[in-house]
């Protein structure tokens, strides 16, 4: 009694195996014929994929990869020919057969049980892939026009994947330069999908794709700018500069003129970041190396000597702010920081002699030691007032210094132009 019972167990695992079996089969047949029955292939197919005794053979995952591969393959002719297809499902068609066909294809090349890899699928999967190169490259502009951008970059993805393959044969695989723009395009798709980290991730990867390298490292800066990590953004921004700061870049300027200089996009924000984090001397070794490259840029100058100004280096910021206005005689922003440091040290002494109680010393040091600052202050705001006659910084100055200097005449005219 025991043995039959027994029997009659061990016959039926066998039929459940071998359903399981004749499913895959049968799910493959449907496939192949002219008109599949694709509701019925899946049904069958996706039993199996779940099904212990088929989920872990190479052929069961192969299956469903032709079955959403012929399904891709009927809708693209129909596109092809001009009649009406079913995009979004035939390219939904598309990734799933890369996920199946992956799937198949690892375990197509496991060892068997003596050691030996007897691979059955992988030269169909292979040419399937091959294949499909160039409808990889059509979904991703499908999804990306649609602003399905996580999808654009995932089959994006897939294509450069794929040309990586160690069963691929290179010389059939797109150019290095094809490959490259492919991976740009996914890293601009993770741009716009609005992850930040798989943004990081799609650029870091596209750096070095020889497409647009320099466009992909000012996105990067931005994406480390977004994230405030500053470790990554101050390595990177260093790093652009280097790879980038020969080239020939177009700039437009405040009037519209176009005009082609050198890269300095990565080492202008490299200072602005340090002078937000208050480190002058890496902003000043940083702006020296712009300087010598470029040594009758104004700005360069003006933005040095404002550094020297912070750490109270007041010498050397006169100096680059009269080397601003020898290369730039009507640039307002240095002659206003040159007269702000003279009326700044007239204040500073000024309330220094304040604590004399002879007034006969006060009279002299004012007259030999204030009012000579205010003096030398004075034409720098003048002329920068004069260029930029709204900028209230000036004439709240140069009411202070007529004031100071008994300048009558021009202090009620100041103060008109003020509203007083």
Not at 259 to 276: A, C, G, H, W
Not at 337 to 355: D, K, P, T, V
Request: contains cysteine; proline residues 3%; charged residues 30%.
């Amino acid at each position: 009694m025991r043995k039959t019972l027994l029997s009659a167990v061990l016959l039926l695992s066998c039929v459940c195996m071998y359903g399981q079996k004749k499913s895959v089969n049968a799910a493959f047949s449907q496939a192949k014929m002219d008109t599949p029955d694709f509701t019925e292939a899946r049904r069958l197919i996706n039993e199996a994929l779940v099904n212990e005794e088929t989920k872990d053979d190479a052929k069961t995952w192969y299956v469903a990869g032709f079955i959403e591969n012929k399904f891709f393959e009927l809708e693209m002719n129909k596109k092809i020919i001009g009649k009406e297809a079913n995009e979004a499902e035939m390219y939904q068609a598309l990734e799933k057969s890369t996920d199946l066909f992956n799937k198949a294809l690892a375990l197509d090349t496991l060892p068997n049980e003596k050691g030996k890899v007897k691979p059955r699928y992988l030269k169909d999967i292979r040419n399937n892939f091959k294949n499909n190169l160039d409808n990889y490259a059509n979904a991703g502009i499908y999804y990306f026009n649609g602003k399905d951008f996580k999808k654009a970059y995932d089959i994006w993805t897939d294509y450069v994947n794929i040309t990586k393959m160690p069963i691929m044969d290179k010389q059939e695989m797109p150019a290095d330069s094809i490959v490259g723009q492919i991976r740009y395009n996914a890293a601009i798709a993770a741009l716009q999908s609005g992850d930040h980290q798989l943004a990081i991730k799609a650029l870091s990867d596209a750096r070095n794709g020889g497409y647009n390298e320099n466009d992909v490292y000012k996105f990067l800066v931005y994406e480390y700018e977004q994230t405030k990590d500053t470790v990554n953004l101050i390595n990177t921004l260093k790093e652009g500069d280097q790879r980038f700061k020969n080239e020939m870049v177009e700039v437009t300027d405040e009037q519209g003129n176009v005009s082609m200089q050198k890269e300095n996009t990565y080492i202008l924000k490299l200072i602005n970041l340090y002078i937000y984090r208050s480190q002058f001397d890496d902003a000043i070794k940083a702006l020296d190396v712009v300087i010598a490259e470029n040594p009758t840029n104004a700005d360069y100058w003006n933005v040095k000597g404002s550094l020297y100004e912070a750490q109270k280096n007041m010498d050397q910021a006169v100096e680059c702010f009269l080397k601003a206005i020898e290369i730039s005689p009507n640039m307002p922003e240095a002659l206003g920081n040159l007269g702000r440091i003279y009326f700044n040290q007239a204040i500073q002494r000024n309330n220094e002699i304040s604590e004399l109680s002879d007034n006969a010393q006060y009279t002299k040091a004012k007259d030999e030691e204030v009012l000579p600052l205010f003096k030398k202050a004075l034409p720098y705001y003048e002329k920068a007032h004069s260029l930029k006659p709204n900028e209230d910084e000036y004439m709240v100055a140069l009411r202070g210094i007529y004031y100071n200097l008994g300048d009558a005449e021009n202090l009620k005219k100041i103060e008109a132009q003020m509203g007083y």
